[in-house]
């Protein structure tokens, strides 16, 4: 386990590209990061292997009254999850529940088209896709994500963070491939209290990340397998 708290993202996706340097990923891999923390991690990770970035909106929907409360995820604009036991439980209306998800959706689409200036999102079709956040807590916006990337049929899907709950880590071993974690301490009651600087990553950070990792590697894809699409 390394040592924690991380200094910041940049350093936590370093380590966490060390980590998943150590296996053989196929040529057609290619790094997600979730918005807008996860791609200051999946950057530096995706820096050291080497591979393609690109990003995953992700939105949480927020309890109504309490936002912070997650009542389901909303991922790529396509998929869309919803903790139906607690929305029972908490009596929340299906036309408030339709009112947050709608909210969100136009938040999603706003940083689709900001982060990837109108071109479409990639078809991850027969690739391997390693989806990075900068940590998980529930672990709902990451269910979200992976659900959104099987979507596609991906060859794999693996999850990989620098730090996150047991409970998170056994939920989506459940759901994906693999999920590579540094580090799982306990107790875990939030993302930011393992890392020194946790500031806000901005839309032009995320912008600047991405313009940064394709000017030194090019296009996503410089050669495809026979039958697989290439991303765009």
Do not use: N
């Amino acid at each position: 386990m390394p040592e924690l708290p991380f200094r910041d993202r940049s350093e936590a996706g370093r380590l966490l590209g060390q980590k998943l340097s150590e296996r053989h990923f196929p040529e057609i891999t290619i790094v997600l990061g979730l918005t807008r923390g996860g791609v200051a991690v999946a950057f530096a990770a995706a820096d050291i292997l080497k591979a393609p970035l690109d990003i995953l909106v992700v939105r949480k929907l927020g309890v109504p009254w309490q936002p912070e409360l997650a009542m389901g995820a909303v991922a790529g604009g396509r998929v869309r999850i919803l903790d139906e036991e607690l929305i029972r439980e908490l009596g929340i209306t299906r036309q408030e529940v339709d009112v947050v998800v709608a909210k969100e959706m136009e938040e999603v689409d706003r940083r689709e088209r900001l982060y990837r200036h109108e071109k479409p999102a990639p078809d991850l079709h027969g690739w391997t896709v390693i989806v990075v956040d900068d940590g998980l807590a529930t672990g709902s916006t990451m269910t979200a994500a992976v659900h959104y990337v099987d979507s596609f049929r991906p060859a794999a899907v693996i999850v990989a963070v620098p730090v996150a709950s047991e409970q998170a880590c056994r939920q989506l071993r459940t759901i994906t491939d693999d999920v590579v974690c540094l580090a799982t301490p306990q107790p875990f009651h939030a993302v930011g209290e393992w890392y020194d600087d946790f500031r806000q990553v901005s839309d032009a950070e995320v912008q600047r990340l991405l313009e940064q990792h394709h000017r030194k590697f090019g296009p996503l894809v410089k050669t495809v397998a026979p039958g697989v699409p290439a991303l765009h």
